[in-house]
């Protein structure tokens, strides 16, 4: 009589054993990566932003300014035009996707806005800090330069 092929109660088991020990361990690394991701890309947006501010303000040689509102987890560049092309000032909500990121502070000064001089140099340093979850993203303007870094 030939052997009976498949596999065992018991194997079967270790398997599934084995499988959810695994996913255990697998799915909080993800959530933390998700974090990670989702706090570098806000941050890197806010940073784009500012540079695209200081271009402006540099192009037509007069002021530009970048506010930010840290309760609605927004900004918005003023004295510039919208740069999606719909008109109006152009604003940004770092709570939606794909950010879905929060503004814990801004301060330029003791102010939530930055103003870059028609030399696109910012009136006063200041950082802005974003956060995903625990994963928290900062972005420096320096005041003698204007130069725009995160940490």
């Known amino acids: 009589m030939a052997p009976a092929s498949g596999f065992t109660l018991l194997e079967l088991v270790l398997v599934a054993g084995i499988i959810a020990i695994t996913a255990a361990m697998a799915i909080p690394r993800y959530g933390r990566a998700t974090g990670r991701h989702k706090a570098d890309l806000a941050a890197g947006r806010v940073a784009a932003d500012l540079r695209q501010a200081q271009l402006y303000a540099r192009t037509i040689s007069a002021s530009c300014t970048v506010a930010f509102t840290p309760a609605t987890s927004t900004y918005q560049l003023l004295n510039a035009p919208s740069l999606d092309g719909t008109g109006g000032t ?19 000064g003791g102010a939530a806005q930055v103003v870059f001089s028609g030399w696109g140099l910012p009136g006063k340093a200041g950082t802005v800090l974003i956060a995903v979850g625990s994963e928290q993203r900062t972005i420096s303007v320096n005041g003698q330069t204007g130069q725009v870094s995160i940490q």
């Open 90 to 108: 152009y604003t940004v909500d770092l709570r939606v996707p794909p950010y879905q990121a929060r503004i814990v502070s801004a301060n330029f």
